[in-house]
């Protein structure tokens, strides 16, 4: 670059910071909240343009989700209150002749009724309003702030997001679209409990807790998962972060830069398997703020909001997100090295019996996640690989490799670090590749092939005896397996999914087949889970089914029930193990 067009460079950057675009402001009520509506109110700049353009996003990770088709009730009119003209022009865009008016106002209504942290909801207790879901913005994109009015029911006091506050109640304003879309609002009246890290505030906002979920203890709790998450990545990267917790049935959750929205029930306290589970949502949704917030696959750089952007590395974003969420609640002391076994041992299990395993690579899996994996059907097990599952294994096995081959100096931690170091501004699969080998001292390209870009089977040694663990036997001895999924439906026992390979599979049992009965007796819907307990391996039934109405004798031969193969323990003492 020239030092002429340096000079122009800066100059520019110097008038668009003295000319920051202006704000849109929205006014955003709340009428009549059992009727599940926001109406919004836009005040857009024109700049004096005969025609200006609304748009809403699309998408959010990784769902095309049309938020525009829960819009109605669209008008414009000019300062003065005059009509303008606003019609459609494509499924997510608004047109609006102005005639010179600016600003122009749009008023519309949004249906938010979708339980989903992506989503919108609006009900009796509480509101959950996401930026995409809910506003529409100029199509144009300069960059501007985006600043939002609240205005509450009466019997409703607080509102909690990690927007901006601007000065009043309610008040926020987005310095950009990006930062309005990444601001989930929830109002209502909901319990808060703060906690400060590092001299930062947090907020845990209970939606729900209904005297049942005990939100200071899960308060405590979070803290100290928040202090081990600074320790992986040198420091908490935001001013303040808000863990909005709605405990209001649904499930999920979702990153964004300082705060997460967390959907679950109200017993998440009651029981050690339910608190673990929360704990792990929260744990996984709060390492978010940085692996995918911050350390971010390029092609998810904020800023196309209306067609998918396509990236190979969510089993890093997600997958390894999900190998940390359980290991940092075993490094804050909330979990057994058995418990942290455990989680593993699932997704490890649930890799090895999914077939699609075999013909969906990590990569891949990751790429087709608009298509595959949140369009699920009967036959996604045996033609796909969830990136959360096996990206999970990926970042164990990796954790194992950069462990063993640095003799325990550097760990995954090192890698996800230095990742971020070199890659502000969003990494490449190959950057990725480059980091980590060079925590590692050696090559890990091969190993970043097999792993991500083929099917190849995982191979567990070396992450077991660096670790000391192994594969426990199945104490159980044998169980018959026929690997027919089913689920009663009208009182009938309905087949819903078959894995390749099982022996229902081999044997011609097809998704959707009725099992009536089997040799002389009539299946029981309810007990015929219980029923097959009764069989060995290597046992034939005479299955009887109706397929379509019509009955149909099938002869299987029972296999061995997989799955159990893949629970780790301890073998022996490690020292490595205590240093996880
Ligand atoms: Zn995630």
Redesign the pocket.
Known sequence: MGFKRLTVFLLCLGWGAAQAAEPIYYTVRIPVPQNHYVEVEARVPTGGQPQVELMMAVWTPYVIREYAKNVEAVTARGAYGHPLEIAKSRKNRWRIQTGGADPAIVSYRVYCHVMGVQDNWVDDEFALLNGAATYMTLADRTARPHDVQIILPAEWKTTETGMPAAGGEHHYRAPDYETLVDSPVVAGNPAVHQFDVEGKPHYLVDVGEDGVFDGERAAADLARIVREDAKVWGGLPYQNYHFLNMLTGGGGGM?HSNSTALMSNRWGTRTRRNYLRWLGLAS??FF?AWNVKRLRPVELTPGEYETEPYTTSLGIA?GF?SYYAPVLIYRAGLSTEEELLTSLSHAIGELQTTPGRLVQSLSMSSFDTWIKFYHPDENSQNTAISYYTKGEVAGFLLDARVRGDTHGGKTLDNVMRLALERNPNGYTPEAFRAAASEVAGTDLSAWFARVFDSTAELDYNGALEWFGLRFAEDHAGPQAWLGAETKVEDGRLMVTGIPRGAPAYAAGLDTGDEIVGFGNFRVRPDEWDTELRNFRPGDRLVLLLSRRGRMVRITVTLGQEPGADWNLEAAGESAHRAAW
Do not use: F
């Open positions: 990153e996984h949704e978010h997600e997100t």
